[in-house]
């Protein structure tokens, strides 16, 4: 009998996670943390995938201190494919760089996006995890970006602006896009409870206008070496690991990988093809 490969084409189905980093509001630390989560779980042995979602003002690359030759504007006005604008980061991550101020990207409307979500299903680069650090704001695009991934993470600082605002895109996305589970990561606290008073007050709130599920998934506390991190472009992960914000970034990497995709997502989304439920790692088409 023909081996496989000989008999017909092999097709890859590994499962995906797909993590998205919203918050609303900007300055509650969204990038910072989809940055040293992406390099977290890459360390930990993940092949990771980190999308700076934020296609008009596209931060991500400064933040690591690089400088990237390719970005998505490139895949955006057809010169590349998404397999070449991925540019490598560190041993198991890359990126999908945006282009801040490029006027093709910061039009993008929400028909762009939903094309962007689709040609992640024809990637081919191997990768068990897809960080999506979106922009902030409620728009139409981010909106896109984050109801086509799995697991939605909302970040909300003690500035009470950043409650309301991580309060509206839950209430819009529950609401118009029909997701129903949330989960949270308090960030930039300020003593050992801080965060779960935090937690206390939004859970109230949308439990009484809201039919959702919020789940309390990190506290990240305030932390001058953080802050240090920031200024010098390094990953607070690697530049101060035994840091408290390193620390707590990293317990939530690892947990993430026992994270169930939920059920009744829909089939416009981030390789929805392979998310819904774990296949078997080979199948042969004839």
């Known amino acids: 009998m023909s081996p496989p490969e000989l008999s017909g084409r092999i097709l890859r189905r590994d499962p995906v996670q797909v993590v998205a980093v919203s918050g609303g509001k900007g300055g509650v630390g969204k990038s910072t943390l989809s940055i040293n989560l992406a390099i977290a779980s890459a360390a930990a042995g993940r092949r990771v995938v980190l999308l700076d979602g934020d296609v008009g003002l596209a931060n991500a690359d400064v933040l690591l201190g690089i400088t990237p030759r390719r970005t998505l504007a490139d895949m955006v006005l057809g010169r590349l494919s998404l397999d070449e604008v991925l540019t490598p980061v560190r041993p198991g991550l890359s990126m999908v760089a945006g282009a801040s101020g490029m006027t093709p990207l910061a039009g993008l409307d929400e028909t762009g996006h939903l094309g962007l979500v689709r040609a992640f299903s024809d990637l081919t680069a191997d990768l068990d995890l897809l960080m999506v650090d979106t922009a902030a704001g409620i728009s139409n695009g981010v909106l896109q970006l984050v109801q086509a991934a799995q697991h939605v993470l909302v970040v909300v600082c003690e500035d009470p602006a950043s409650v309301t605002d991580a309060y509206a895109v839950v209430k819009i996305l529950s609401r118009n896009h029909g997701l129903r589970r949330f989960r949270v990561v308090t960030n930039m606290t300020q003593g050992p409870s801080a965060g779960t008073r935090l937690f206390a007050a939004i859970q109230r709130v949308t439990s009484r206008f809201l039919d959702v599920s919020l ?3 990190a506290d990240i506390p ?11 472009q390094r990953p607070v992960v690697e530049a101060f690991p035994s840091s408290n914000s390193a620390q707590a970034i990293c317990r939530l990497a690892g947990n993430i990988k026992s994270w169930e995709a939920p059920e009744g997502r829909g089939n ?3 390789f929805s093809e392979r998310v819904s439920r774990p296949a078997p ?3 042969v088409v004839r």
């Open 215 to 217: 789940e309390h998934s």
């Open 268 to 270: 416009i989304g981030f």
């Open 222 to 232: 305030a932390d001058d070496l953080l802050r240090r991190a920031v200024r010098e």
């Open 281 to 283: 790692r080979l199948q």
